[in-house]
Each structure stands twice: as C-alpha cells, then as structure tokens.
C-alpha cells in the first residue's frame, strides 16, 4: 500500500477539509398524519408505512 512520504502541512489538511460538506436529509410527508418522515421508513409520529401501522416503530422510537 502506498505511504505518504511527507507530513501534509496543516494549510494543506485544513484546505481539504474545508470542501466537507452535509447533505439536507430528504424528507417526505406522511400521508397519514402529514409528518415529516424519511423515505422507506416507517413514519416515528404515527408509525404508518405503505398503509399499515407498525406500533413497534413508534415504541422504539421512545426506547432509544
Ligand atoms: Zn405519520
């Protein structure tokens, strides 16, 4: 594997660094309870997902 064979200054790790960027979580609103919830993943206010309610989502929700 290759190795670095110089310390990469500091300008130079701080130059790289600052292109680090996040991402806006994509959201989609909850045809049931009209909640903002991620997509693919039952909703955390109601529980509902693809027309059923799956009550273990919104129980773990409050364990964790
Ligand atoms: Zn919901």
């Not at 909850?30 to 693809?50: F, L, N």
Request: with cysteine; net charge positive; aromatic share 6%.
């Amino acid at each position: 594997m290759a190795v670095p064979k110089r310390k990469m200054s500091r300008s130079n790790t701080r130059a790289r660094r600052s292109q680090w960027k996040t991402t806006a979580t994509t959201l989609t609103t909850c045809p049931q309870c009209k909640s903002q919830t991620m997509p693919h993943t039952a909703c955390p206010t109601c529980g509902a997902y693809k027309g059923r309610t799956f009550a273990e989502a919104v129980r773990t929700e409050f364990a964790n």
